[in-house]
């Protein structure tokens, strides 16, 4: 790995902290309020009934842990998590797929799913192999999925996510910045997942 993971968790939070503002307004549709329980102000919340499916599910999951999801995970044994079909546009669809990979990995360790994670690298490989980490929407969606794989094209990736959210602005959006935190925690407390 170019640098420890301590160094890339400090580097996330220097960057992610100023910027981090509780009333941030979430733009992603759906996942306002499973994001807010998880990253902003951390609760147990149970899901609604009426939960969507994909990465709103995976995210409701990290704060409802009676909320199964295996139906997301295991849908198809390969390739993304995400059908692209029900999006309208590839750069949504891969924000939402990244999104899912990010929630997953957490789902994964917490529960200690190892099916879970090897689904999730099964999928981080198709990603390395046929999307671009800037053909998204900027967000620094599953920084740490790519981040603790030690192939260079994995390393590449994860530095090449953090870069477009700070492209524009020099600093990460408010959202962007939750993302960051989110991943720092996550590599704070991560144990490595299976390569």
């Known amino acids: 790995m170019l640098h420890s993971v301590e160094r890339w968790i400090e580097h996330l939070r220097t960057l992610a902290d100023p910027w981090c503002d509780s ?27 009426d939960v969507a499916d994909g ?28 059908s692209s079909n ?3 546009a590839i750069e949504v669809w891969t924000d ?8 997953l990995w957490a789902l994964a360790r917490d529960r200690q799913r190892d099916d879970w994670m090897d689904r999730l690298c099964t999928a981080r490989d198709w990603h390395l192999e046929h999307t671009q980490p800037d053909n998204a929407t900027n967000r ?16 590449h990736y994860a530095q090449t ?5 700070l492209a524009t602005r020099g600093h990460p959006d408010p959202f962007s910045a939750w993302i960051m935190r989110d991943a720092a925690q996550l590599l704070e407390t991560q144990s490595t997942p299976g390569q």
Do not use: K, M
């Open 23 to 49: 009333t941030v307004r979430i733009p992603a549709q759906g996942l306002a309020e499973p994001f807010r329980h998880v990253v902003i102000e951390p609760s147990v919340y149970a899901a609604p009934d």
């Open 140 to 155: 620094p969606w599953a920084f740490h999925v790519f981040l603790l794989d030690d192939r260079p094209e994995c390393q």
């Open 161 to 165: 996510l953090l870069h477009n959210a």
């Open 96 to 103: 939402a797929e990244l999104s899912a990979l990010h929630a």
């Open 86 to 88: 029900l999006y309208t």
């Open 55 to 82: 990465e709103v599910q995976l995210w409701w999951a990290r704060c409802d842990p009676d909320l199964d999801v295996d139906d997301v995970v295991q849908r198809t044994p390969d390739g993304p998590l995400l």
